[in-house]
């Protein structure tokens, strides 16, 4: 009497047997390491932040991070006011303050060190914080180590590039030129969505500074003075020959400023 024998797709169940013992006995043959291992899938990046309110978003190695008013005064134990600024903004130059936010400590000390660099400019980030409850803090750590401080709500004003569409300090773009008999000064600086840059030079001594170097620069002489639009052409000049002093001796004078609401500022000397 013949076998029979149930045919699948093709094949007979004798068949598919034999294939499977086959199989099972080279995997058992093999190591541990070399069995075929579950795929992994990474975790999806997200915010350190320690306490609750903080937000985060990162991409391509760069983080922005939003601290809440509630997290400000939660880390420092202060209300946020117009008397308190000044001692929160101190307190911030202390990197345990960031540790406490979240941040990893060589975020923290970058991040304290801008805070240092740049308060009357954190100040005046936490004023304004003051009169909006849905203002918060923007940290922005670049890839090159650079740190930024701004303000907003929502992560729709940043571009990919970690650029902030409202400038920074009110101002998206600021270019000067001075003429000298033995040379010229000139600074550009570009915070305008489309990328942070900067540049430096200064034919007279032959120095010349680019990119996060003279951003870093430029932001921390900005962080000295106060620019807006509606200020009149001498106190403008006034203002920035306090961060960009001009040496006596200079024939030409240039100046253009692209301020954040949109108005532009041009003016010849």
Same mark, same amino acid.
């Given at each position: 009497?013949?076998?029979?024998?149930?045919?699948?797709?093709?094949?007979?169940?004798?068949?598919?047997?034999?294939?499977?013992?086959?199989?099972?006995?080279?995997?058992?043959?093999?190591?541990?390491?070399?069995?075929?291992?579950?795929?992994?899938?990474?975790?999806?990046?997200?915010?350190?932040?320690?306490?609750?309110?903080?937000?985060?978003?990162?991409?391509?190695?760069?983080?922005?991070?939003?601290?809440?008013?509630?997290?400000?005064?939660?880390?420092?134990?202060?209300?946020?006011?117009?008397?308190?600024?000044?001692?929160?903004?101190?307190?911030?130059?202390?990197?345990?303050?960031?540790?406490?936010?979240?941040?990893?400590?060589?975020? *923290? $000390?970058? &991040?304290? #060190?801008?805070?240092?660099?740049?308060?009357?400019?954190?100040? !005046?980030?936490? @004023?304004?914080?003051?009169?909006?409850?849905?203002?918060?803090?923007?940290?922005?750590?670049?890839?090159?180590?650079?740190?930024?401080?701004?303000?907003?709500?929502?992560?729709?004003?940043?571009?990919?590039?970690?650029?902030?569409?409202?400038?920074?300090?009110?101002?998206?773009?600021?270019?000067?030129?001075?003429?000298?008999?033995?040379?010229?000064?000139?600074?550009?600086?570009?915070?305008?969505?489309?990328?942070?840059?900067?540049?430096?030079?200064?034919?007279?001594?032959?120095?010349?500074?680019?990119?996060?170097?003279?951003?870093?620069?430029?932001?921390?002489?900005?962080?000295?003075?106060?620019?807006?639009?509606?200020?009149? *052409? $001498?106190? &403008?000049? #006034?203002?920035?020959?306090?961060?960009?002093?001009?040496?006596? !001796?200079?024939? @030409?004078?240039?100046?253009?400023?692209?301020?954040?609401?949109?108005?532009?500022?041009?003016?010849?000397?």
């Amino acid at each position: 009497m013949k076998k029979k024998y149930w045919i699948i797709g093709g094949c007979s169940i004798a068949a598919l047997l034999l294939v499977a013992l086959l199989g099972y006995g080279v995997y058992a043959m093999m190591t541990p390491s070399e069995q075929p291992q579950p795929a992994v899938v990474p975790e999806a990046t997200s915010a350190n932040n320690a306490v609750t309110g903080g937000s985060n978003s990162s991409e391509t190695g760069k983080q922005i991070v939003l601290v809440s008013r509630e997290d400000i005064e939660q880390v420092t134990g202060m209300s946020i006011s117009i008397e308190n600024a000044g001692s929160i903004a101190s307190k911030f130059q202390d990197s345990g303050m960031w540790v406490k936010l979240g941040f990893t400590e060589d975020e *923290s $000390e970058r &991040i304290a #060190a801008r805070a240092q660099q740049s308060s009357e400019q954190l100040r !005046g980030i936490l @004023k304004s914080l003051t009169h909006n409850n849905h203002l918060q803090l923007k940290i922005i750590l670049l890839p090159d180590g650079h740190v930024n401080l701004g303000k907003g709500n929502s992560y729709a004003d940043y571009n990919g590039n970690g650029a902030s569409t409202d400038g920074y300090a009110g101002i998206n773009q600021l270019e000067i030129e001075v003429e000298y008999i033995n040379g010229d000064y000139q600074l550009e600086y570009k915070n305008n969505g489309y990328g942070i840059d900067g540049e430096i030079e200064d034919e007279r001594t032959g120095s010349k500074l680019k990119g996060s170097s003279a951003v870093a620069e430029i932001e921390a002489q900005l962080d000295l003075i106060s620019l807006s639009p509606d200020m009149s *052409s $001498e106190a &403008i000049f #006034a203002e920035l020959d306090k961060a960009f002093p001009v040496a006596s !001796g200079w024939q @030409k004078y240039e100046v253009e400023i692209h301020f954040s609401d949109g108005t532009v500022f041009e003016y010849r000397r």
